[in-house]
Nanobody, 125 residues
């Protein structure tokens, strides 16, 4: 079974840093774009950053210059380095991947956004 498992969330003071990780596992044929989204209470889920398999990156304006997305294609892991954290960065952070994997019938399945379970990031003022 394919899984995206996030880790690294927690409670940090404003101005602090955290590093999130998201490891993909299972029968994955292709792991294309990988992304981090976040959802704060009462708000819609929003894209934070994304990275292609070749390493091209995109960032939301609100985090550019403070967050860094990277990936290790061998480990099938994407990272989000966060520094200069602000209280408004408080949210559940979700990893998502554009991938093709094999289901239980050995049928290839392509999904644009395969989601992880999320990890809480709380920034205190």
């Amino acid at each position: 079974q394919v899984q995206l498992v996030e880790s690294g969330g927690g409670l940090v003071q404003a101005g602090g840093s955290l590093r999130l990780s998201c490891a993909a596992s299972g029968r994955i044929f292709n792991l294309n774009d990988m992304s981090w989204y976040r959802q704060a209470p009462g708000k819609q889920r929003e894209l934070v950053a994304s990275i292609t398999s070749g390493g091209d990156t995109k960032y939301a304006d609100s985090v550019r210059g403070r967050f860094t997305i990277s990936r290790d294609n061998v480990k099938k892991t994407v990272y989000l380095g966060m520094s200069g954290l602000k209280p408004e960065d408080t949210a559940v952070y979700y990893c998502a991947a554009d991938m093709t994997y094999s289901d239980i019938t050995d049928t290839p399945v392509s999904v644009k956004l395969y989601w992880g379970q999320g990890t809480q990031v709380t920034v205190s003022s």
